[in-house]
């Protein structure tokens, strides 16, 4: 699963990282984007144009008695959904956070990031009432993501540009859900203030 991300970097960098253009004014960054909450994501049309606009983290689903937002869809599942074959998206992110059991009772918040730049996330988007709206692929862990959940986003590493463009092979994509090479990631652990929505600032990621 991937529920939580920080995304500290500015959405003009974020433009000038993927070649896009931003379509929105005004910026935010928060190290702690919860489903419900808008975070920038990179799309690219049939001329190969790529832009920058805001989604709103979670993709309203409804089914038979039930109504939630679907933040994230599982990789070996993506062939037969039609988002992936028609609008898939990246959502760039400094890093992510996953929770350690330790016991009934009690989590602790780790955060995963690279040792630069940032992660490029598998993603698809739809159109909602609220606008754009995204879930995050996952798929299994690498070893060190894996001491903690049994899941971990689909990161893209160099494969961004056959990612977003509209006529690549849905098929040949489905070679990318692997997990990220654990050498390639940092971790550590981070102050429980990750736990509210409402703390957005730096402390959520400094290490305890």
Request: net charge positive.
């Amino acid at each position: 699963m991937c529920g939580r991300l920080s995304r500290k970097s500015q959405a003009q960098v974020i433009a000038q990282l993927y070649q896009a253009t931003l379509s929105f004014d005004g910026d935010f960054p928060s190290h702690n984007v919860t489903p419900t909450q808008k975070t920038p994501i990179v799309r690219e049309g049939p001329d190969h144009a790529r832009t920058v606009d805001l989604g709103v983290f979670g993709i309203p689903t409804t089914i038979p008695g039930k109504f939630f937002n679907l933040i994230n869809l599982m990789s070996e599942k993506a062939a037969r959904r039609k988002e992936f074959r028609e609008r898939r998206c990246v959502i760039p992110a400094d890093g992510f956070y996953e929770w350690e059991k330790i016991s009934e009772k009690e989590k602790q918040p780790h955060y995963f990031y690279p040792p630069e730049g940032m992660f490029s996330l598998a993603g698809v988007w739809k159109e909602s009432d609220k606008g754009l709206a995204f879930s995050i692929f996952t798929t299994t862990p690498n070893e060190l993501v894996g001491r903690f959940h049994n899941r971990m986003p689909v990161i893209l590493g160099h494969a961004v540009a056959q990612w977003l463009a509209p006529e690549s092979d849905p098929g040949e994509l489905t070679s990318f859900f692997q997990p990220y090479p654990a050498n390639l990631m940092r971790e550590h652990r981070v102050s429980k203030a990750v736990n509210n929505p409402r703390n957005k600032d730096a402390s959520c990621i400094a290490a305890v």
